[in-house]
């Protein structure tokens, strides 16, 4: 029981008051506020069991973890005074029927009721046929991909910016991660996280990671792409040059619709450091797909994460007719990612030479942008009018925003359209000819509420709002010149109901008395 600990969540790294994680040095410790987990027992239906008790001591300096060892009496009459059979706590795994065993399995359980004495079980369960082994391994979401060794590492900067190695990369979580690694020339060779085989010489269990495709970075940032990606490349020194170092591993992995990892591939991205670099910055990304689908990137799974793209798409000329082809325009639009976006602002603040220059909106990031537009006499209305527009909105503004993360294309009932409001778009006033209406910013509001279980709630968009505001813009004399702001803006509203508790409605009495009942009163 001294071994157990069901706080301990983290592959290799120390939890958060988690007094029984063997992975908390005593500087950890030093900084534990209480015991998430005080008592560790095993099966709590038994007589007598230890119990292994977790506790600070705090009056020391530092505070340090207390751990006593005693013995459980559980009063329950009904407890279990030894397990003699310990197969009896848990179910057995059924036998796969086959063409060999198909007669004898339908013989012993093929009848209405069948037994299931102890000498028909598997006794020996810890057993495995080494054939079977490594074979297959289905993964739920989140769950750190083993590896042969021990898991697939992503490296990431955990308290400051340096590399830690400890990192797993988690099923189908996209990770992207920069961080920093100590390096010098002479001993570059010897530096493992530097190395290609660092990184792939071990296998998601019986799937080998290949090498995708290498590129090589030259000093002054130039990059190649080499033709042979099949040559493992190991750090070496050229010239006091330390060459084939790795600077950026991007995974692909490749898994089926039921968690079956069945492909790894991995790109790399090598480079030169000379003797003047004590440091290098590492960049690392994984990123996973169905087989037979085509990658789309999610935004959550399936409500959106802050911080995350606004997935968005068209619909295609002949709608309703045939509904299989709506939004077929998703991820063939000029937005290679079919992300929702917006103006994006330079140094300059030049909105002409801004034209084209988009970022995309993050989900619950409120974010403002702007230029500044510089007008001549002898601009003409309507052109400018348009110019305007097509900054505001992009050159192909979407039609409908994914009301989930991960909502696909096909299905139709999981995209909120958008909704244009606007005032007197691309309009001259005839009565003033020496005037017209220009669009001057875009205010888009995206309403979304928290869907599903308390426990877990997920965000869902339920609305979007995309408000052109226009002003005013008089005839300039011949020779003069003026500076409008030209704005673009999102807000995220939280539209969520208090959570309210349900109760069952009271039971209602329906009795029938006899007619007479109340006879002679009434």
Known sequence: VAKLCVCDLLVAQCDVNCCCDPDCSAADVSLFTTCSVPIVTGDSRLCSQKAAIYSLDVEANPPERIFKLIDQVNPSVFCIHATNYKQALSFSSPEMPTSENFDQLLKQFGSASFSAEPDSWNMNTDAQNPSDVNETYSYEYGVPIQTADAFLRLPSPVVSSWCSDANPAGFLVNQATKCIRSVSVEKCGNIQAVSMLFYINSSILAVNITVQSIVVQSLNGMRNLLNGSDVLRLPMILDELCINIVLGVSYHITYTDTGEIIEAAASFVLGAINKEALSIQQSFEISFTQVNTKPVPLSGNPGYV???????????????????????????????????????????????????????????????????????????????????????????????????????????????????????????????????????????????????????????????????????????????????????SVVFTDISSPAEPGYKAWPTINAKLPFDFFFPFV
């Open 306 to 488: 802050v911080g995350l793209p606004v997935r968005a798409g068209f619909r295609p000329q002949g709608y309703p007719f045939p509904v299989e082809i709506l939004f077929a325009a998703l991820v063939l639009n000029t937005n290679k990612y079919s992300q929702l976006t917006i103006l994006q602002s330079t140094s300059n603040q030049d909105c002409l030479a801004a034209q084209g220059a988009r970022t995309p909106i993050l989900f619950g990031y409120n974010m403002i942008s702007g230029c500044k537009l510089r007008i001549t006499a002898a601009m003409k209305c309507q052109p400018l009018t348009q110019t305007l527009l097509d900054l505001l909105k992009g050159q192909s503004f979407p039609e409908y925003v994914a009301s989930f993360g991960n909502s696909q294309a096909q299905d139709v009932l999981d995209w909120v359209p958008i909704t244009h409001l606007h005032t007197s778009e691309q309009r001259i006033y005839n009565t003033f000819q020496s005037s017209c209406q220009i669009p001057v910013s875009l205010e888009i509001e995206v309403k979304w509420t928290k869907y599903g279980s308390l426990v877990n709630p997920q965000a869902r968009i339920v609305n979007v709002t995309a408000t052109i505001t226009t002003t005013t813009l008089k005839q300039l004399p011949s020779g003069r010149e003026r500076t409008i702001p030209i704005t673009s």
